[in-house]
């Protein structure tokens, strides 16, 4: 069974950075589009940032946007999330994804399009 391994979260304060990083366990997810999502208590999982199978295409909700860079480095099978000028609201449990098809030009920005997630890993920024 594939899984993806979330890594990188914790505890900051306002205006810090973050990079979180993703791995799956078989290689060929490197040549998977991925994305990060994440959940805040009491709220529904939200799309954050998505790249293609290729790193060539990227997409951002607009909460993020200027702020965080999702990036992928085939080479080393990993997926990352750097996240800058982290703010309160940006505290949720944020899971990698996969979707269920290699070599996908395109970039997925709603859960029902992913196949694989990880368990998650926990930003609590603190005001």
């Known amino acids: 069974q594939v899984q993806l391994v979330e890594s990188g979260g914790g505890l900051l304060q306002s205006g810090g950075s973050l990079r979180l990083s993703c791995v799956p366990s078989a290689r060929t997810f490197r040549n998977y589009p991925m994305g990060w999502f994440r959940q805040a208590p009491g709220k529904e999982r939200e799309f954050v940032a998505a790249?293609?199978?290729?790193?060539?295409?990227?997409a951002y909700a607009d909460s993020v946007k200027g702020r965080f860079t999702i990036s992928r480095d085939n080479a080393k099978n990993t997926v990352y999330l750097q996240m800058n000028s982290l703010k309160p609201e940006d505290t949720a449990l944020y899971y990698c994804a996969a979707v269920g098809t290699a070599y996908g030009a395109a970039v997925y920005t709603t859960p029902r399009e992913y196949m694989y997630w990880g368990q998650g890993t926990q930003v609590t920024v603190s005001s």
């Open positions: 790249i293609n199978w290729s790193g060539t295409s990227t």
